[in-house]
Each structure stands twice: as structure tokens, then as C-alpha cells.
């Protein structure tokens, strides 16, 4: 679960391909079956680098999924991996401030001037 956690830290959570369906009328109903969130892991988080097992992926699924439904309910993944995705939304909003600053220090090392 902790390895999970720091991958959402620094990868975020991409529920776009996580979701599979919807609820007409309520918002936040999505899910994701357990193929897909395994399948999750497979295209999306191999290729961030994140090498998960199998074993890692089957305990962080029963965590989700403790009664085997089949359903992994994305609302309830938000709410236990909430600080982590916070964490990774709050880094991703100064980023732009800290590429300008590259930017900046690249072509007038000497000068601290602004960029619009």
C-alpha cells in the first residue's frame, strides 16, 4: 500500500482510464473493474516506471475490494489515497512557476527579470 501511495505522489491517479462507466444522474459514481485497475497497472504505471508484482497489486485490490465484488469503487480509492493525490495536484500547480524559472535562469543567467 505504501509503495502504491508514493507512485500517487508522484504520478498522480489517472481515473480517465480507471473509469469504465457511469451512473446517469449521480455524480461520482464511477468504478473500474478489477481487470481494469490490474490492466491499470500493466499500461499506465510500467511505463512511469513503478514496478509492481503481482502479489502487490493482488493485496493493494483486496484493500480496494475486501469482499471480492469484482468492483472497485474509484470514489472510495480517492478517499483512501486522498492525501496522496492532493499532494501530487498542489506539485503539479507550481510547476509551471519552477520550469519558468529554468527558463529564466537559462537565457538571462545574470538577470532575474519576469516572463510573461
Do not use: W
Request: proline share 3%.
Amino acid at each position: 500500500m505504501q509503495k502504491f501511495a508514493d507512485h500517487l505522489r508522484r504520478y498522480g491517479l489517472d481515473l480517465v482510464y480507471l473509469q469504465t462507466g457511469k451512473r446517469a444522474g449521480k455524480r461520482f459514481s464511477y468504478f473500474c473493474t478489477r481487470e481494469r485497475f490490474v490492466q491499470y497497472f500493466e499500461e499506465i504505471v510500467r511505463t512511469q516506471g513503478g514496478g509492481f508484482s503481482e502479489l502487490e497489486i493482488d493485496s493493494i485490490l483486496n484493500d480496494l475490494d475486501p469482499f471480492y465484488t469484482g468492483v472497485v469503487q474509484l470514489k472510495l480509492l480517492q478517499n483512501v489515497y486522498h492525501e496522496e493525490i492532493q499532494f501530487h495536484k498542489r506539485t503539479n500547480l507550481s510547476r509551471p512557476n519552477e520550469i519558468l524559472d529554468d527558463i529564466r535562469s537559462a537565457v538571462f543567467p545574470n538577470r532575474r527579470i519576469t516572463l510573461q
